[in-house]
């Protein structure tokens, strides 16, 4: 083999590796899922505190939908824990937990809050 087709090989070799992957999209009933808790949490009328201050449902419910299209595009969402304990549980940036009050009721976090409302889902 001469150098210009070995050199060829190589890079053909190479680009091979650059290739990006192609994600998939969650399962038709992950996602399903997922919007039921998404939208699920903007009706709750609950406060929910992220970072050291407290949101309303509303602007949680945007904020959680952002994290689930970004883990979506890198396709780290293949069940609906995965996206709640992925993004929904703590801070990607502090790593600080994220918690739930509801009507005047003591704060939870919203882990077991969301894994709640899934099982109930799940149980219809």
């Known amino acids: 083999m001469n150098v210009r087709t070995m050199a060829g ?5 190479l680009s091979l590796l650059v290739v990006p992957i192609a ?3 969650p399962s038709t009933e992950v996602q399903v899922e997922i919007s039921f808790l998404l939208g699920y949490i903007e009706g709750s009328g609950c406060e929910f505190y992220r970072n050291g ?5 509303k602007a949680a419910q945007a904020h959680l939908r952002e994290k689930y299209k970004y883990m ?6 293949s069940t609906t824990e ?4 992925g993004a ?8 600080q937990p994220y918690a739930v009050k509801c009507n005047g009721f003591k704060a939870i976090s919203s882990n077991k809050w969301l894994h709640d409302e899934l099982a109930r889902l799940r149980n219809y």
């Open 9 to 13: 090989a190589v890079a053909m070799s």
């Open 23 to 25: 994600h998939s999209a």
């Open 53 to 57: 201050s407290w949101y309303n449902s």
């Open 72 to 77: 979506a595009a890198r396709n780290l969402i």
């Open 82 to 85: 995965n996206f709640i304990d």
């Open 88 to 95: 929904a549980t703590e801070s990607s940036l502090t790593g």
